[in-house]
Each structure stands twice: as structure tokens, then as C-alpha cells.
């Protein structure tokens, strides 16, 4: 009897714990509205600050307003509104200005929303209240830049940080033979741009300041950097390196921008070399073996308008079995070609028994012989397994072959 009436009175207080968490949640005080801006993979590359204000649904009366300061980068970050006490289904009239144009919120891209708190029952059946929202900044300037560079296969999206200028990472410059090494340690951190034939420019972290070859000039906006990755103008470097930079389309919501390499890049070289040799070919690529440069160039497009879309090293033929010079078509492919030792494939046959395959591997997967850059083989064009592997995926039956000394 006395365990029944524990069990009673347990239940009892159990009940009565149930009822009034649950009449706390449908009684519960609400006076505050959360904002949660969330960190997407395109940075907010401006600075300063947004002034956000939360008013009554009409806009006549101001609640709160809240001021923060936006850094560059892609942090995510929490806004709380302290209001009169409200009932749920309350809205609010949500507004941003200053360094912000607008903020994206259920599909919307503007400086207003109408924010609307209610009510939904959890797995329980108990009420859950919603008074916190999401959305992303959209700061001033910030249209899509859409950048197309000849022979690189996809489209570069980025963001424009002035209205005059887009400024984009060091990494897309590679794309246009324009190489990048990071000085962060220096007293004053910089970062260097050149091309093979030592064409180079400085730009200052943080700074105006900015060095074309040996002339010191002065920029509008200074080069600046979010984590490891540098920013940096794209007009004035695609104007000091000879990179063609043509503006397509200049609108309200992005920029498209085309891009050649620059002229004082190999890349550049290939191209212009290439296209002074009348060069034809029965599908829309293109293959260039350099023995002197011990470089397979891929290109893509038609006679006289050729775009380089990949650089791979080889190996070539020794002095005493030197690769064929002279115009051939990829005709055959096979998987591998076996030996006693080793094997080399895929394999892409060009003239008799002259092909590209990969370098010497043996039958444990390990290399036997994986010299590139070097007069080594027996005629073929020897290659790293992955680059031919490439090449087989991408490069179609009868593709013109080029062999020059």
C-alpha cells in the first residue's frame, strides 16, 4: 500500500510538472526577435557598418535598432531585438541601411521585410514558438561578376567590390599564366604577381599603394585579403599584364568580362604559336607536343582560333629513338600495354607504333620507371597516369596530332 501510494503521488508531481512547463510554454513573456545571418561561400568583401531597425508591422513606431560592424570575410553572425512584450502571430517591419543595400529572405532581395512570428507543434503536440529568422547580406556593389577566360572549361562567378572595379583572388590569375607568391610575414605584408618571363607587379595588403614593375601607383580601393586568399583589381592587372580584358555586359545585377591570357605568359605563347600554323583538325581539338619544352598542350576550338585548355609535362624519345616529328591523327585506343616487368595504358596510338600512354608502372601499381621532362622512352610520349587518363576521357577519335622539335 505505501509503494501504491509513492507510485500515486509521483505520478501526482509528475503531471503537475508536465502542466506547468507546458502552460509556460503558451504563457511564455515574448520580447525579443532573433536575426541570423548565415556565412555563405561567396564573402562579403566590403566593410563598415549596417544599421538595422525593427518597427511595429505599419512602420510607425521603432522598436529597437541595432548597428554592426560588417568585416570581410564569411563569419556568420546573430542579431537580437529587444521589444514591448508580444503575442505570437505578432509582425514586425524589418529594415537595413548604411555599408548593406539589402538582405535575401524567403526569395526577396530588399532592404525591407515584413517578419512574421507564429506557432507550430512539436512531436509532442506542443505549441513551439518561432521568433527567429534567417537571411543574407547583400552589401553595396556586390553583383555577380560573371568572367569567361578561352580553354577554361567552366564560368568564374565573382563579386564586384566598387562600382568601378571587380576584384577577384589570385587564384583565377593562374588561369590566365599569371602566377601569385604570398609575402604575409613581411613588415609589410604583400602579394606578387608575375609571369615566366619575370613581368611582375606587388600589391600591399590593406593598402592603396601597389607596384607595376618598378612604377609605384596608387589604387582606389586597397588589395586586401579574407583568410589566406587575396584580392586584388582585375582591370589594372589585366591592363599591366596584356590580358585583353573586354567588358560584355554591364548591367544592374552582374558584369560579364572575357579574359585572354597574358601575353607575357607561355600560355599566351602556345596560343600564338599555335594559331600562325594553319593547324585543322576533324573534331574541335587539338593536340601539341612540344620535345623541346617536353609539353603535351591540349587545345580546343578551330583552325586559326585555337584556346589552350590544358598543359601536361612528358617524357619523349631518347637520342637513339627519337620521337616522329610532323601532322598525325590520334587514331586508336587501347587500355595497356604489357610487359615483362611493367605496364604502361591507357594508351593513345598516333602514327605506327608511336603513342601517348603513361609512364612505366609495375604490375604491384607502383612506379618503374615515372621520369617526365626527360629523352627517355623508346618513341612515345610518356605522361603522368592521371593527365592521360584525361586525355582519353575528354579527347575524341581522329583528333589531329602535332609533333615540333
Excluded at 511564455?28 to 511595429?56: H, Q, R, W
Excluded at 521603432?62 to 512584450?85: Q, S
Excluded at 545585377?253 to 602556345?270: G, H, K, N, Q, V
Amino acid at each position: 500500500m505505501k509503494l501504491l501510494k509513492k507510485g500515486l503521488f509521483l505520478v501526482v508531481i509528475i503531471t503537475a510538472v508536465f502542466f506547468c512547463v507546458n502552460a509556460y510554454a503558451q504563457d511564455e513573456v515574448l520580447n525579443t526577435v532573433k536575426i541570423y545571418f548565415s556565412g555563405n561561400t561567396t564573402p562579403t568583401i566590403v566593410e563598415g557598418d549596417a544599421v538595422m531597425e525593427l518597427y511595429s508591422e505599419d512602420g510607425a513606431t521603432l522598436l529597437d535598432t541595432k548597428t554592426y560592424a560588417v568585416k570581410r570575410g564569411y563569419a556568420p553572425f546573430e542579431i537580437v531585438f529587444n521589444v514591448p512584450e508580444y503575442t505570437i502571430g505578432t509582425k514586425f517591419k524589418f529594415v537595413i541601411s548604411g555599408i548593406v543595400d539589402a538582405t535575401h529572405h524567403n526569395g526577396f532581395y530588399t532592404n525591407e521585410h515584413i517578419l512574421e512570428t507564429y506557432a507550430m507543434p512539436d512531436e509532442n503536440g506542443v505549441d513551439k514558438y518561432y521568433t527567429s529568422f534567417y537571411m543574407d547580406l547583400c552589401t553595396k556593389w556586390n553583383k555577380e561578376a560573371i568572367i569567361k577566360i578561352p580553354g577554361v572549361e567552366q564560368t568564374l562567378f565573382y563579386h564586384c567590390l566598387t562600382e568601378d572595379e571587380v576584384y577577384v583572388t589570385t587564384d583565377l590569375l593562374h588561369k590566365l599564366g599569371i602566377q601569385s607568391e604570398n609575402h604575409f610575414d613581411e613588415e609589410k605584408p604583400y602579394v606578387k604577381l608575375y609571369t615566366e618571363d619575370s613581368h611582375s607587379a606587388q600589391f600591399y595588403i590593406d593598402d592603396i599603394y601597389a607596384l607595376f614593375g618598378y612604377e609605384g601607383v596608387n589604387l582606389s580601393i586597397p588589395t586586401f585579403k579574407i583568410d589566406t586568399m587575396v584580392y586584388v583589381p582585375l582591370s589594372r592587372v589585366a591592363q599591366y599584364f596584356a590580358c585583353n580584358y573586354n567588358m560584355v555586359e554591364d548591367n544592374t545585377f552582374y558584369r560579364e568580362i572575357t579574359l585572354t591570357p597574358s601575353e607575357y605568359s607561355a600560355d599566351y605563347r602556345r596560343i600564338i604559336s599555335v594559331n600562325k600554323k594553319n593547324i585543322s583538325s576533324k573534331t574541335n581539338y587539338m593536340i601539341w607536343v612540344s620535345k623541346k619544352d617536353f609539353e603535351v598542350n591540349i587545345f580546343t576550338g578551330s583552325k586559326n582560333n585555337w584556346s589552350l585548355v590544358k598543359s601536361f609535362t612528358c617524357s619523349i624519345g631518347k637520342p637513339s629513338s627519337p620521337t616522329v616529328e610532323g601532322q598525325f591523327e590520334y587514331h586508336q585506343y587501347q587500355p595497356i600495354w604489357k610487359y615483362d616487368k611493367y605496364y604502361c595504358g591507357p594508351v593513345m596510338r598516333f602514327y605506327r607504333g608511336y603513342a601517348f600512354h603513361s609512364y612505366l608502372i609495375r604490375y604491384d601499381g607502383t612506379p618503374y620507371d615515372d621520369r617526365l621532362g626527360m629523352k627517355v622512352s623508346a618513341g612515345c610520349v610518356r605522361m603522368h597516369p592521371n593527365d592521360i587518363k584525361w586525355m582519353v576521357a575528354n579527347i575524341p577519335m581522329y583528333t589531329k596530332v602535332v609533333v615540333t622539335p
